[in-house]
């Protein structure tokens, strides 16, 4: 055991020893690597352009960076190059080191001719070794553009150079390129050292130049992008030479001028010199070149100077502005003439220019009056003069005649370019009392005060004074006066009836005095009702009409009323019932088979009358209920249009229930339609049953076809029975998603089989009058042949019978002239054109004919099918047509 355990620790000791040897030969392998300095960029000369910053790095190639000290860099006067940080100033040193993690950075800014030379990094390693490492730098002036903008602009027709100004050591040589085109001096270029002169350039030398600049000798290319726009001096758009704006008004005054690029523009005025841009109540619109005035003002006018800039010229052109001053009426008066006179309306104005004065009435009908007499009244004449003393213009209208009708307000209207103005005036035409609108009979009664009036028309207002049957009423403490006029009112108590009878209301102004009279009537109850007649009655209502009172008693009636008793019982036990006087009168909740009396009165403002018109009447028993009415509004056609395509709702009024309390409703609906009659039938469909409960008056219906007719009928029920069916027709609408294509699928078959049938009647009158205008042939000849009379040969009797029924050679409008002799073979020649359609089997030969006549034999072909042709022979004797036909295709006109 002892044993095993020191193999183990001997064999572990070895390979320690293996890995220190290892150790050992890498460290010898590092010592044998040679200490040195490394300069980035590697090149040790390097080119470098002046003015451009410049970046060395020096890093230390060794085994050891932490022995590597004292790195620094040497300038060309081999002065050491201080680190930024020792600086005692703010501002980094111009030439400067700055630490890296792993190097030493030589940092020129903006490198100077001067600062070329050898520039040398050091380090001492394991302070014994020292390492050096140089680089040369020699400078250049790079490709500098000195002047070149990248925007230049030419004036049109002007020669322009475009400039591109570069510099650079060794010195650059320049092209020029167009568009990517190439430039060389001729023509309208000239390329000169500083630029690319352009002669009378236009706007079609716009483009992209470039100026392109080359070193040889140091590989160095540069190129500038130069945008090239031809500008051309602004020129006006048409413009007036003056313009008219409104005083009060906002005016707008524009200019308007094209040039490139677009111009600005300015307005002056040319009194002042004043820049509108600044004025108060002026705005310019420098893009638009418009000039807005507010609220214009007199001294507006003048002439003003619209300037139109860019960058290739200025150029102004002069508007002279008018300001029109709007109409101002000084003087229009009203007016108060009597009746039967004459009036001057005159009416004065100011405005540049001086307005035009006319004058209109103010109805609905108005239109102004025109100078001189006016066409539809003589009586009225209008002038319109100057006043140069007040620069005013004078309309007078004058008006003979005067009379009420004269009367209203009239407007005096001056108008010029400016604007229009108006005025109104009154004119007032005094005229003597008069009573258009005075009640005739006013009622009273049990000393109840009652005011009477009356309404004098005149001008001036009239005083007016009451008298009762030509006494004085004024002062007597039962007649109050509350106004005097134009409209008077007095208050009666009427204590006695004395002051009963007609009061005269008398009214007078300085033309006259006019004067009408009120009654004052005493009014009493109305006389008693001449008949009460029943109307309807149910087993628990009567429903009454009236014979109304003879005597209203000077009121109208305002109410009936009935006094209800059981006969066994005295009228103390009766009660009372009152209907107003334009309703319906019925008397409900009475009891079935009971005797009742009843009595009738009439009332109006001041009373009932009387009990009269006395009924007994004995109510019948108990029944089913009356018939419920429906009321869903039924238009024209007596049917319901419901909203709905699938449902509709039936509302019906609660029927009287003759004595039992209406338990249920019981509706059946059937589709119905319209026979020939125009009466609603039954389809034949199922009909459908619902029982609805007492307490409802309305109830929907659903699961309906729509576009369909459907019958309703609606009975109340109670312990005794149904009632008889109240009845309506109901229409559902058609359904929102049928198209009209579907929905004339739907038609029934009997408009379907109508629409062909007229159809093919109408195809088949178009086809006969194409044969008739075509081939004079069909039903159409036949009835013009029947009109004509008979045939004069017998070729158009033979046309006429077939010439429908077989091909073109029988309906032909060419006819032959034929006669009753035989022999020339001139017939022949005249028969129809016949040359596609007759086949000849054998030459035309002379036989007998019937009773020993004469007859022409010809052979024709139909044209049909080849194989169902069969020849026809016609035999022609000159006095009778005579057609053997054999059997005919399918495809014959027969």
């Known amino acids: 055991m002892k044993t095993r355990k020191m193999t183990e620790s001997g064999g572990g000791g070895r390979w320690w020893i293996y890995a220190l040897l290892l150790v050992a030969t890498f460290k010898e392998t590092q010592s044998a690597r040679t200490p040195e300095l490394m300069i980035l960029p590697s090149p040790s000369v390097q080119t470098k352009p002046i003015g451009k910053n410049v970046l060395l790095t020096c890093r230390a190639n060794v085994e050891n960076l932490l022995l590597l000290t004292d790195m620094q860099w040497l300038d060309p006067n081999n002065r050491t190059i201080l680190n930024n940080e020792v600086t005692y100033t703010n501002s980094p040193q111009r030439m400067h080191t700055e630490q890296m993690p792993t190097s030493l950075a030589l940092i020129?800014?903006?490198?100077?001719?001067?600062?070329?030379?050898?520039?040398?990094?050091?380090?001492?390693?394991?302070?014994?070794?020292?390492?050096?490492?140089?680089?040369?730098?020699?400078?250049?002036?790079?490709?500098?553009?000195?002047?070149?903008?990248?925007?230049?602009?030419?004036?049109?027709?002007?020669?322009?150079?475009?400039?591109?100004?570069?510099?650079?050591?060794?010195?650059?040589?320049?092209?020029?390129?167009?568009?990517?085109?190439?430039?060389?001096?001729?023509?309208?270029?000239?390329?000169?050292?500083?630029g690319l002169t352009i002669q009378r350039p236009v706007e079609s030398?716009?483009?992209?130049?470039?100026?392109?600049?080359?070193?040889?000798?140091?590989?160095?290319?540069?190129?500038?992008?130069?945008?090239?726009?031809?500008?051309?001096?602004?020129?006006f758009e048409d413009m007036l030479a003056s313009t008219k704006i409104v005083e009060g008004e906002t005016a707008t005054i524009r200019c308007r001028a094209r040039g490139k690029p677009k111009p600005t523009f300015a307005w002056i005025k040319a009194s002042t010199q004043q820049n509108m841009a600044s004025a108060d109540r002026f705005k310019v619109n420098p893009l638009t070149g418009d000039m807005i005035i507010s609220g214009v003002?007199?001294?507006?006018?003048?002439?003003?100077?619209?300037?139109?800039?860019?960058?290739?010229?200025?150029?102004?052109?002069?508007?002279?502005?008018?300001?029109?001053?709007?109409?101002?009426?000084?003087?229009?008066?009203?007016?108060?003439?009597?009746?039967?006179?004459?009036?001057?309306?005159?009416?004065?104005?100011?405005?540049?220019p001086l307005p035009t004065i006319t004058f209109k009435k103010l109805n609905q009908q108005a239109r102004p009056y025109v100078l001189g007499r006016q066409p539809t009244d003589q009586r009225i004449e209008l002038t319109s003069v100057?006043?140069?003393?007040?620069?005013?213009?004078?309309?007078?209208?004058?008006?003979?005649?005067?009379?009420?009708?004269?009367?209203?307000?009239?407007?005096?209207?001056?108008?010029?370019?400016?604007?229009?103005?108006t005025k109104n005036g009154h004119l007032s035409i005094q005229f003597p009392p008069s009573f258009a609108s005075t009640p005739v009979d006013v009622w009273s009664w049990g000393q109840n005060p009652v005011n009477i009036s009356c309404l004098a028309e005149s001008i001036p207002n009239a005083t007016i004074t009451w008298k009762l049957n030509d006494r004085e009423v004024e002062r007597d403490p039962n007649v109050q006066k509350l106004s005097s006029g134009p409209q008077s009112i007095i208050k009666i108590t009427p204590r006695r009836r004395e002051y009963y009878g007609v009061y005269k209301c008398i009214a007078s102004n300085i033309l006259g005095t006019a004067e009408t009279t009120i009654t004052l009537k005493e009014a009493i109850p109305p006389s008693e009702v001449l008949q009460a007649k029943i109307e309807s009655m149910t087993a628990t209502t009567i429903t009454f009409s009236f014979v109304g009172?003879?005597?209203?008693?000077?009121?109208?009636?305002?109410?009936?009323?009935?006094?209800?008793?059981?006969?066994?019982?005295?009228?103390?036990?009766?009660?009372?019932?009152?209907?107003?006087?334009?309703?319906?009168?019925?008397?409900?909740?009475?009891?079935?088979?009971?005797?009742?009396?009843?009595?009738?009165?009439?009332?109006?403002?001041?009373g009932f009358s009387n009990w009269a018109a006395n009924v007994i009447i004995t109510m019948p028993r108990r029944a089913a209920p009356e018939e419920p009415r429906i009321l869903n509004p039924i238009i024209e056609e007596g049917y319901v249009v419901s909203p709905y395509s699938d449902r509709m709702e039936v509302r019906w009024k609660i029927p009287a229930d003759n004595g039992e309390a209406i338990d249920k409703y019981q509706i059946r609906y059937c589709p119905v339609k319209r026979d020939l009659a125009g009466y609603f039938v039954e389809t034949g469909e199922l009909c459908q049953t619902m029982h609805i409960p007492q307490e409802h008056s309305s109830v929907e219906l659903n699961m309906l076809h729509p576009d369909t007719f459907y019958r309703v009928e609606l009975q109340a029920h109670n312990m005794i029975g149904y009632s008889v069916p109240g009845r309506a027709t109901f229409k559902t609408a058609r359904d929102p998603h049928v198209t009209a294509a579907e929905s004339l699928f739907m038609m029934s078959?009997?408009?379907?089989?109508?629409?062909?049938?007229?159809?093919?009647?109408?195809?088949?009158?178009?086809?006969?009058?194409?044969?008739?205008?075509?081939?004079s042939a069909g039903l159409l000849m036949l009835v013009c042949e029947s009109f004509r009379g008979k045939p004069k040969d017998e070729d158009a009797k033979l046309g006429g019978l077939y010439g429908w029924r077989f091909p073109l050679p029988y309906c032909s409008n060419k006819e032959g002239s034929s006669t009753n002799s035989y022999g020339s073979g001139s017939e022949v020649d005249k028969l129809p054109d016949a040359s596609l359609y007759i086949e000849e089997k054998e030459p035309l030969k002379e036989v007998t004919g019937i009773n020993g006549k004469e007859k022409l034999s010809i052979e024709i072909v139909p044209m049909v099918d080849n194989n169902l042709k069969k020849d026809t022979m016609v035999d022609y004797d000159f006095k009778n047509s005579i057609a053997r036909t054999g059997?005919?295709?399918?495809?014959?006109?027969?």
Not at 211 to 221: H, K, M, N, P, S
Not at 229 to 234: F, I, Q, S
Not at 554 to 568: D, E, N, V, W
Request: proline fraction near 5%.
């Open 108 to 194: 020129i800014p903006a490198l100077r001719e001067t600062e070329a030379g050898v520039y040398t990094c050091t380090a001492t390693y394991a302070n014994s070794e020292k390492l050096y490492k140089s680089v040369r730098i020699e400078t250049i002036v790079a490709i500098t553009w000195e002047d070149a903008p990248e925007e230049q602009f030419p004036i049109l027709n002007k020669d322009f150079k475009v400039r591109c100004k570069v510099t650079a050591q060794p010195a650059p040589a320049v092209d020029w390129t167009r568009n990517g085109e190439m430039i060389s001096t001729g023509g309208r270029y000239v390329v000169e050292t500083d």
């Open 205 to 235: 030398d716009d483009g992209v130049y470039t100026c392109r600049a080359i070193v040889i000798q140091t590989g160095e290319l540069a190129q500038r992008d130069i945008h090239v726009e031809v500008h051309t001096p602004p020129t």
């Open 297 to 352: 003002r007199p001294e507006d006018s003048g002439d003003y100077k619209c300037v139109a800039s860019n960058k290739a010229s200025t150029v102004e052109k002069t508007v002279l502005v008018n300001v029109l001053v709007k109409p101002r009426i000084s003087d229009f008066r009203n007016l108060s003439v009597p009746i039967n006179t004459e009036v001057r309306m005159e009416c004065r104005a100011s405005g540049n």
């Open 386 to 421: 100057e006043d140069p003393s007040r620069r005013e213009a004078v309309g007078t209208l004058r008006v003979l005649r005067l009379g009420r009708y004269d009367d209203g307000l009239y407007v005096c209207i001056a108008s010029n370019e400016g604007g229009e103005a």
């Open 549 to 606: 009172p003879q005597n209203f008693g000077g009121r109208p009636l305002k109410a009936y009323a009935a006094q209800i008793k059981k006969s066994a019982q005295p009228w103390e036990y009766a009660y009372n019932k009152t209907w107003p006087a334009d309703s319906t009168y019925v008397l409900e909740n009475l009891e079935p088979q009971m005797e009742y009396n009843f009595r009738f009165a009439a009332a109006n403002e001041v």
């Open 749 to 775: 078959s009997g408009v379907i089989v109508g629409i062909v049938v007229a159809s093919l009647l109408v195809l088949l009158l178009l086809i006969d009058l194409f044969c008739f205008c075509v081939n």
């Open 887 to 894: 059997f005919v295709g399918k495809d014959s006109a027969v």
